[in-house]
């Protein structure tokens, strides 16, 4: 699979929707996590991220201009256990409850099924990363907008190279109904530490369109987190650091 530029990836398209970027530091020494939502409606472009005990969730930025909560608010990322949850809709409190039943990522989404938002019928994509750096990802979408049938992919990654990730979204592109990701997640570069990762995502998604971001770099050794949120609402940026090993407090920057 050819390695893709980032930057250029992310700009091929003024509407990928919602997005995963999963994989492994230019150092090889952490984690990296991204994922942005994009919108196009009003009630889409309406949210902001927030940071909740154990990861983010949205929110309405103006909660009087909220219309319809069910498919937009949602905790995108949480953390079970040293396992870092990430997807684009409510089946990120899936995969969190079996994972505390023992059981595990793909039987989780083998309960759910894409979007019931005709005729988009929007994918389900979700990724979780292990302590030890693997990571999976899924997407569950309709066959060709059929809404009685689901296709159910899944990707595991083992020893991720350094300096690079793969990236899934929700849309291919702009379109009516909107076109779903087809393919094996794109083989990207991961450039730099965290806030010139940050910086290159956030730059390169489409102006109009993107809503929020997350990253997260999370030091394979230690454990330590690092993490950004960007809200084009409000043009905010946040920072938080997590230390989950107190006998160091070394950076997972380069």
Same mark, same amino acid.
């Given at each position: 699979?050819?390695?893709?530029?980032?930057?250029?990836?992310?700009?091929?398209?003024?509407?990928?929707?919602?997005?995963?970027?999963?994989?492994?530091?230019?150092?090889?020494?952490?984690?990296?996590?991204?994922?942005?939502?994009?919108?196009?409606?009003?009630?889409?472009?309406?949210?902001?991220?927030?940071?909740?005990?154990?990861?983010?969730?949205?929110?309405?930025?103006?909660?009087?201009?909220?219309?319809?909560?069910?498919?937009?608010?949602?905790?995108?990322?949480?953390?079970?256990?040293?396992? *870092?949850? /990430? #997807?684009?809709?409510?089946?990120? =409190? $899936?995969?969190?409850?079996?994972?505390?039943?023992?059981? !595990? +990522?793909?039987?989780?989404?083998?309960?759910?099924?894409?979007?019931?938002?005709?005729?988009?019928?929007?994918?389900?994509?979700?990724?979780?990363?292990?302590?030890?750096?693997?990571?999976?990802?899924?997407?569950?979408?309709?066959?060709?907008?059929?809404?009685?049938?689901?296709?159910?992919?899944?990707?595991?990654?083992?020893?991720?190279?350094?300096?690079?990730?793969?990236?899934?979204?929700?849309?291919?592109?702009?379109?009516?109904?909107?076109?779903?990701?087809?393919?094996?997640? *794109?083989? /990207? #570069?991961?450039?730099?530490?965290? =806030? $010139?990762?940050?910086?290159?995502?956030?730059?390169?998604? !489409? +102006?109009?369109?993107?809503?929020?971001?997350?990253?997260?770099?999370?030091?394979?050794?230690?454990?330590?987190?690092?993490?950004?949120?960007?809200?084009?609402?409000?043009?905010?940026?946040?920072?938080?650091?997590?230390?989950?090993?107190?006998?160091?407090?070394?950076?997972?920057?380069?």
């Amino acid at each position: 699979m050819k390695l893709c530029d980032l930057s250029e990836e992310l700009s091929v398209s003024s509407y990928p929707g919602r997005g995963i970027i999963l994989g492994r530091s230019e150092d090889n020494r952490c984690a990296v996590i991204a994922y942005f939502i994009m919108g196009r409606s009003g009630n889409s472009r309406n949210r902001v991220f927030e940071w909740q005990e154990d990861g983010i969730r949205t929110k309405a930025f103006d909660p009087a201009k909220l219309v319809d909560p069910s498919l937009i608010i949602y905790a995108p990322v949480r953390v079970l256990k040293g396992k *870092t949850i /990430v #997807t684009n809709g409510d089946q990120t =409190d $899936t995969v969190y409850d079996f994972l505390q039943k023992g059981k !595990d +990522f793909v039987e989780a989404l083998h309960a759910r099924t894409f979007e019931p938002d005709g005729p988009n019928f929007t994918p389900r994509v979700s990724g979780i990363v292990l302590p030890n750096g693997d990571f999976r990802l899924s997407i569950l979408k309709s066959d060709r907008n059929d809404e009685t049938t689901t296709l159910r992919y899944f990707y595991d990654y083992e020893s991720p190279k350094a300096g690079e990730g793969r990236y899934i979204h929700t849309y291919v592109g702009n379109g009516n109904p909107l076109p779903s990701f087809e393919g094996e997640p *794109t083989l /990207v #570069t991961l450039p730099g530490n965290l =806030d $010139t990762f940050t910086e290159t995502v956030w730059n390169h998604l !489409d +102006f109009d369109n993107k809503v929020s971001l997350f990253t997260r770099f999370i030091d394979l050794k230690t454990g330590k987190t690092e993490s950004r949120i960007y809200n084009k609402n409000g043009n905010t940026k946040l920072s938080k650091e997590s230390m989950t090993n107190l006998e160091t407090e070394e950076s997972c920057h380069a």
